[in-house]
Structure formats: structure tokens, C-alpha cells
Nanobody, 120 residues
Framework: QVQLVESGGALVQTGQSLKLSCAAS????????WNWYRQVPGNQRESVAT???????RYKDSVRGRFTISRDDVQNTVYLQMNNLKPEDTGVYFC??????????????WGQGTQVTVSS
């Protein structure tokens, strides 16, 4: 199996920055796609940023230009640099990975979530 462990969530003020990390461990042949999702109470998880192994990157419109997703394929880690944070960025951030646990066998895995709170 694969475990994803997130870190970096915190309580910050509007305009400040945070960097989230998510490290994968376990039986990993290759990580194809990394995603960061955000969830607020009463709402579904929404995709915030995506990074594919082919180099494609996508962002939710409201974070484009402020957030940067990056990945370290040696360390099997993904990062989310969040700048100029706004109260509407508040939520629990989850990482998600599309992992090949062996050649030809892929599974999706989730982290446990890390809370980001932006005060006005």
C-alpha cells in the first residue's frame, strides 16, 4: 500500500503565505498525477491544482497566479506554495496521487488532510 502524509497547514492572516507538503511512501513504482483538493464544511472537495508526470499543470481559476504546485519525483513528494492567501482559501487541503504500485497496476490514494485557515 501507499501512504500520503501532508504537512504545513496553519492559521495565517490575509496576504501571508504557506507551503504545504505531501510525501508518499510504500510500494511505489511511479506517481503519475498529483492533485491538491480543498474542502470546506458542507461542500464537496474541489480540485485546486494538478501536476501530471508529463508536465501538465492546472489550477482552479481563483488560485491561479497565487498558488504553485511542484513535485519531486525522487522524493515522491508534492508541494503547494500558497501566496497572498485570502479568507476564501480556508479549508482542509487534501493531496491525492495516481500511483502505479507495480508496472501496469495503478491506484488512487488520499492523504489525511491539513487545515488551512486564513483570517481577515
Amino acid at each position: 500500500q501507499v501512504q500520503l502524509v501532508e504537512s504545513g497547514g496553519a492559521l495565517v492572516q490575509t496576504g501571508q503565505s504557506l507551503k504545504l507538503s505531501c510525501a508518499a511512501s510504500g510500494t511505489i513504482y511511479r506517481i503519475y498525477t498529483w492533485n491538491w483538493y480543498r474542502q470546506v464544511p458542507g461542500n464537496q472537495r474541489e480540485s485546486v491544482a494538478t501536476s501530471t508526470h508529463e508536465g501538465m499543470i492546472r489550477y482552479k481559476d481563483s488560485v491561479r497566479g497565487r498558488f504553485t504546485i511542484s513535485r519531486d519525483d525522487v522524493q515522491n513528494t508534492v508541494y503547494l506554495q500558497m501566496n497572498n492567501l485570502k479568507p476564501e482559501d480556508t479549508g482542509v487541503y487534501f493531496c491525492n496521487a495516481d500511483v502505479a504500485i507495480q508496472l501496469g497496476l495503478r491506484r488512487g490514494f488520499w492523504g489525511q488532510g491539513t487545515q488551512v485557515t486564513v483570517s481577515s
